[in-house]
């Protein structure tokens, strides 16, 4: 499940249960509210999330104030807002203040969680990470991360292995893809240097993970999702 501290500021009781029933719903526990600019602006300092859920009309200030106030904060500067309103009008005056994304209110929540989806996603890449359920991987380290444990540090070649195969899973990917991302050459031809690779992977991780890496028979690999691991 998502373990990003969410700080939804907004002064509509009914809204803010709301949102945080769909937020919870899709895993997200780690949440907070605020239902004025000021107390989102000292929660915000007390303790960074990593993603606000800002309504523009609140009853002290604008949200268009309170993200400027955000945006001028050196410790709060680079953390992603996404605004709420109901008004579409309102957008390019909010991203102007220095909001990253907008979503209008609705009674439906397929657009907020995508769209946080999205801002997960991309903080991922920016740091250099990429998540999968209780996976973590970290390409400045190449350390492998599972269950909040360090599981493994990897080789450059394993790591980018391993990143391959968690990066498309559910999806297979075939020897050839795999080869030529790790070995650097279009046909891997009769060489076995791949699989001698995946068996100095599988080795070097835990067996909850090792276990996912699977051989699709005349195709290539794949790294199952933790429920279709095997026993």
């Given at each position: 499940m998502p373990n990003e501290r969410i700080l939804l500021v907004d002064d509509e009781p009914g809204w803010v249960t709301l949102v945080k029933f769909w937020l919870e719903t899709a895993g997200y526990t780690n949440m907070d509210s605020a239902g004025t600019g000021t107390e989102a602006l000292a929660k915000a300092q007390a303790c960074p999330p990593d993603c606000i859920l800002l309504d523009l009309e609140l009853p002290d200030q604008s949200g268009m104030e309170v993200c400027r106030k955000l945006r001028s904060l050196p410790a709060l500067s680079r953390i992603p807002v996404v605004l709420l309103t109901g008004h579409k009008r309102e957008k390019v005056l909010g991203l102007q203040s220095g909001a990253d994304y907008f979503v209008g209110k609705s009674e439906r929540p397929h657009e907020l969680l995508a769209t946080l989806d999205a801002v997960f996603r991309?903080?991922?890449m920016e740091e250099g990470t990429l998540t999968l359920g209780e996976l973590v991987l970290k390409s400045a380290s190449r350390q492998v991360f599972f269950k909040d444990r360090?599981?493994?540090?990897l080789t450059p070649k394993m790591f980018v292995l391993f990143h391959v195969l968690v990066r498309r899973s559910p999806q297979p990917v075939s020897r050839v893809d795999l080869y030529r991302l790790v070995?650097?050459?279009?046909d891997p031809g009769l060489s076995r240097a791949l699989d001698v690779m995946l068996n100095r992977l599988r080795?070097?991780?835990?067996?909850?993970?090792e276990r996912r890496i699977v051989n699709v028979k005349n195709f290539g690999y794949v790294f199952l999702p933790d429920q279709s691991a095997p026993a």
């Open positions: 991309r903080r991922q360090i599981a493994a540090t070995g650097g050459v279009e080795k070097s991780l835990p067996d909850e993970l």
